[in-house]
């Protein structure tokens, strides 16, 4: 009998330093702002519409990378946005005005942001529904490790090479991925070190696979699971994109913590998000290796992990930093493991050839979250500011992150109500360019 291959795990193990290198571009920037802001001349208002440049070109780029990887497939599609990215992330050394920046980070929101539509949908053609989870948490956890590996490498970079040198070396590395992806993937039928026993087991679902076909954006909006999906990402993304710019100044502002001294919390947290992202993943898809139905098992996950966010909403009630630390660890690590989750549901109601556009869609609806979000926070922090309370302002904010989760599982259960994995029939298709 022909041994199993297990090739699907390399591949998971591309999609996991893919991420890992899309947030250690992503975050350059704001690490090396107080250089640039210097030399530049920069006001905090310049540097928001920079901000705000690369958010809006992330929301629009989701929905077009998605309908992109659906349509020319993830090898083209995944290796034209690391290659743009790459490019935009190299571009930043050579820039020299505030226009050129905002000129750079629009390509490269527009380009990182197909990374997780391109990568989810890689995760759907190469393994099956029991543990697609598992994959989708190992390669969200490059999430947490770019967000470490940043501060760790890209202040030294700078200190030792100059600015220019720290996007240029960062932005490089995509490079190097591009030739292990460009070597290393074909899809499972046509790859020569898949064993047939391995595409057996990854096509091992009780649905059948979907023939190749072009999705409509309309039909998918017609559908309860999209709009489900949109909801959950539109309720949750903003969570994280605030534990990822706050953070810091949350320690500073209440532990006066200086730059030399925030390192060790950050690096919990962020440490404890990728264990969160594994784990996540990992328990609904032991659940389903024990017969549990998958979307009682996802759904069943996502609730405990919602439930494990809410005790930082007692952050009121505590003044102990390192306790703080350990909440925000929790947190922010069932956040990675929800958010693994979540994409999940993506390839466990939608047929593959949709998988990227339904992604897509969410990714919108999150980055809209995510620029919607950082108004009401600064708006928030600014008055308790001028009232010398900014921890109250810190604990409002607490409570909303600790309800969201809650919030997003009812409202994703009640819009998708009784809703059944959705099949090429139900969705409107051209066979037409």
């Known amino acids: 009998m022909e041994d199993r291959s297990n090739y699907r795990w390399r ?29 530049f001349d920069w006001s905090e208002t310049q540097y928001s519409y920079i901000v705000i440049v690369f958010t809006g070109c992330y929301a629009i780029g989701m929905l077009l990378s998605g309908k992109l990887v659906d349509r020319v497939g993830v090898k083209l599609g995944y290796g034209v946005c690391v290659l743009l990215w790459s490019i935009a992330a190299c571009g930043h050394a050579l820039v020299r005005s505030t226009f050129g920046f905002g000129v750079m980070r629009a390509l490269l929101g527009l380009s990182e942001s ?15 529904r029991k543990e697609q989870a598992l994959a989708v948490g190992i390669l969200t956890s490059g999430t947490s490790i770019g967000a470490v590996a940043a501060p760790a490498v890209v202040p030294w970079l700078a200190a030792t090479y100059g600015w220019e040198a720290a996007f240029l070396i960062t932005g490089l590395t995509g490079f190097i991925w591009l030739g ?48 489900a999906f949109f909801a959950g990402k539109l309720l949750t993304d903003p969570i994280w994109w605030f534990m990822l710019f706050w953070l810091p100044s949350y320690f500073n502002s209440l532990f006066h913590l200086d730059l030399k001294n ?20 990992w328990i609904s898809s032991a659940l389903i290796e024990r017969g549990w139905p998958v979307t009682k098992a996802r759904q069943t996950t996502m609730l ?3 439930f494990l966010v809410t005790p930082i909403a007692f952050s009121p009630w505590i003044d102990n930093m390192w306790a703080m630390v350990g909440l925000l660890s929790l947190a ?51 008055h308790f500011k001028l009232l010398g309370q900014i921890n109250a302002g810190y604990n409002i904010l607490f409570v909303i992150c600790g309800s969201a989760y809650l919030v997003a599982w009812v409202a994703m259960r009640a819009i998708r109500a009784s809703s059944t994995a959705v099949d090429m029939t139900q969705l409107s298709a051209t066979t037409s360019g």
């Open 11 to 39: 591949i998971c193990a591309l999609l996991f330093f893919a991420t890992t290198i899309n947030y250690l571009d992503r975050q350059v920037l704001g690490l090396l702002k107080p250089v640039l802001a210097l030399q």
């Open 114 to 128: 197909g990374s997780f539509p391109c990568a989810v949908k890689t995760v759907s053609e190469w393994f099956p």
């Open 180 to 227: 292990f992806w460009y070597v290393m993937y074909q899809a499972p039928l046509k790859h020569g070190k898949v064993s047939r026993s391995e595409i057996e087991y990854i096509n091992d679902d009780p649905v059948p696979a979907s023939p190749a076909a072009r999705v409509h954006w309309f039909s998918l909006l017609k559908l309860r699971p999209t709009w």
């Open 262 to 281: 925030l390192g060790l919390p950050l690096v919990i947290v962020y440490v404890a998000t990728s264990i969160g992202s594994i784990g996540g993943g």
């Open 304 to 306: 405990g992990l919602a």
């Open 332 to 382: 922010a690590a069932a956040h990675q493991g929800w958010s693994a989750n979540l994409f999940t549901t993506a390839s466990d109601m939608f047929p593959k050839a949709a998988v990227g556009s339904v992604v897509g869609i969410g990714g919108l609806a999150g980055a809209l979250g995510a620029t919607l979000f950082p108004l009401l926070v600064g708006t928030l922090l600014d």
